[in-house]
């Protein structure tokens, strides 16, 4: 099943602060973090495991709440360069490997303006 | 290092047509996966592959097949082409190790539109 990701859409100016969030329903083994500009491929922000800690990455951080199966994305003082869609990643552990594999939330559309 | 590259970028394909999206990556990985991606829509996985010989496939496998004959290409076929196929292809690679780098590298992707 998908991650859930909230919320949508966000819409900020130049040096406002957001959260994204995504829920699982499946027990996760690590949560990772992509932004996708527009007509690009997705970029890999940062990584949370299982039992490790929150993750930062400039004034972008990240926490993994693996009792609730949940993750939230951080951005604060937002800059221009921070717009576009951001995605959560959920890797599940049934036994064995999981070969990386991620399952995908929606995406949240971030924009920021001056 | 080019990292992951996909031909072609951009493809028309009519109804019932068939065709070969290429993915080679130079870093050698042995993770390597294929995902479409719909319009405002999250990436959705379609077929994987963890070493030449070796593939399985994702939640949206039909209409779709993969083969891996070395590490390096992990080309994705679409026979009989649909509708429904319309969507941007990426091909992502990962190292196999369970330390770090853990993240996966995308491709540019392919914009296919079937009509």
């Known amino acids: 099943q998908q991650p859930v990701q909230s919320p949508q859409a966000v819409i900020l100016r130049e040096g406002e602060d957001a959260v994204i969030n995504c829920s699982s329903s499946?027990?996760?083994?690590?949560v990772h973090w992509y932004r996708q500009k527009h007509g690009e491929a997705p970029v890999f922000l940062m990584i949370?495991?299982?039992?490790?800690e929150q993750k930062g990455h400039e004034k972008i951080s990240a926490s993994f709440n693996e009792k609730r199966q949940q993750s939230s994305l951080y951005l604060t003082a937002s800059q221009l360069s921070y717009s576009g869609t951001y995605f959560c990643?959920?890797?599940?552990?049934?036994?064995?490997?999981?070969?990386?594999?991620?399952?995908f939330g929606q995406g949240t559309i971030l924009t920021v303006h001056p | 290092n080019a990292g992951v590259t996909q031909t072609p970028k951009f493809r028309i394909l009519k109804i019932g047509q068939s065709m070969t999206l290429q993915c080679t990556q130079d870093?050698?990985?042995?993770?390597m996966y294929w995902y479409r991606q719909d319009p405002g829509m999250g990436l959705k996985l379609i077929y994987y592959?963890?070493?030449?010989?070796?593939?399985d496939k994702g939640e949206v496998p039909n209409g779709y097949n993969v083969s891996r004959s070395t590490t390096e290409d992990f080309p994705l076929r679409l026979e009989l082409a649909a509708p429904s196929q319309t969507s941007v292809y990426f091909c992502?690679?990962?190292?196999?190790?369970?330390?770090?780098?853990?993240?996966?590298?995308f491709g540019p992707g392919t914009r296919l539109t079937v009509t």
């Open positions: 499946k027990a996760l083994y690590s």
């Open positions: 992502a690679s990962r190292s196999r190790l369970a330390g770090p780098p853990y993240e996966q590298y």
């Open positions: 949370l495991l299982k039992g490790g």
């Open positions: 592959s963890v070493g030449a010989g070796i593939t």
């Open positions: 870093m050698n990985h042995n993770y």
């Open positions: 990643g959920m890797e599940s552990f049934l036994g064995g490997t999981s070969y990386g594999k991620l399952t």
